[in-house]
């Protein structure tokens, strides 16, 4: 016989999570907008940079490729390293620094290729590698897609940096990478989990791209099914957001703008209203510095076999 208490017991509201809700509000006021507006070519760029500037991430990420390179043994001749969606060179042109201190006791050149469709991007690309005058590196920069690149085979490290997102065809582009390895090669991921920042990200890219986003918990399940062997690991690393909370900020918009990957001052006043709800919702005072606030903003890295 079931008593009244179990009865009140098993009747009681499950606790409502107000990040969920949140989402499931910015989804459902979508989906009778109009079509998102995209980021122009130069918008991206500047988001993009003021994004990186105020994350620890970057730093953590050129760590990893300068040790993890310092400890592989190059073959005579030359070093090749192809950036996937290499972007305006932020993250690339730290990376060959770091590594042409290295090449001189390699006794072998140093090849860096990028390769991007912004050409804004590329054009940064390219300023910040004559900017940062590495005399004993060979770079190269190519505006294409990455399915149209042709490139043949020979790289020791093949990687996407936060870019296999923006693929069409991700797996393709994961098979297409894993061929232009090296014997000994590696193909290097650094992909997000789908988290607080994503999924508010994935609201609108969804949306926009009428395509899923996939994130590392969909890669594990990727190269489980294809049998690759390959290591992971993550960083546990922040966004500084403080100002989000500033009116009329330029650094506010530029973040939220890129979080969204749209124009959020053409969104719809209730959307963005619930955007800025949402980010203050998951935003974090810091402990160490007064008047700061912080977003969890992690990364898992995959190291791929050739």
């Known amino acids: 016989m079931t008593t009244s208490s179990s009865i009140h017991s098993s009747s009681r509201p499950l606790e409502r999570d107000p990040r969920k809700d949140l989402l499931g509000q910015i989804k459902a006021a979508l989906i009778g907008s109009s079509d998102l507006v995209p980021l122009t070519d130069a918008r991206y760029l500047e988001t993009h940079g ?10 953590l990420i050129i760590d990893w490729f300068a040790d993890r390179i310092a400890a592989t043994r190059p073959r005579k001749g030359a070093f090749r390293v192809l950036s996937i969606g290499c972007g305006s060179g932020i993250l690339d042109v730290q990376i060959a620094t770091r590594l042409q201190a290295q090449i001189q006791d390699w006794h072998c050149d140093l090849h860096y290729v990028g390769v991007d469709p912004n050409p804004v991007e590329c054009e940064a690309f390219e300023q910040k590698f004559e900017n940062a005058a590495l005399d004993q590196v060979n770079v190269e920069v190519v505006n294409t ?53 994503n999924k508010l990200t994935v609201c609108f890219w969804d949306k926009h791209y009428a395509r899923q986003m996939l994130f590392a918990e969909d890669f594990v399940e990727i ?54 709800r949402y980010l203050r919702l998951v935003s974090v005072d810091s402990a160490e510095e007064q008047g700061k606030t912080h977003i969890s903003h992690p990364v898992d890295v995959f190291v791929i076999a050739g």
């Open 50 to 59: 003021i994004y990186e500037g105020r994350s620890d991430q970057q730093p």
């Open 223 to 276: 190269l489980d099914a294809w049998q690759w062997d390959y290591e992971r690991a993550r960083f546990d690393a922040q966004l500084e957001v403080s100002p989000l909370t500033q009116t009329d900020s330029s650094i506010g918009l530029a973040l939220t703008d890129f979080i969204v990957q749209v124009d959020s001052t053409r969104l719809p006043a209730p959307v963005q209203e619930l955007v800025a």
């Open 145 to 197: 897609t990455f399915e149209d690149l042709e490139a043949g085979r020979g790289f020791d490290y093949v990687h996407f940096v936060h870019s296999l997102y923006y693929m069409p065809d991700p797996k393709a582009a994961l098979e297409k990478a894993r061929k232009l390895l090296a014997p000994g090669g590696r193909l290097v991921v650094f992909h997000a989990p789908c988290e607080a920042l």
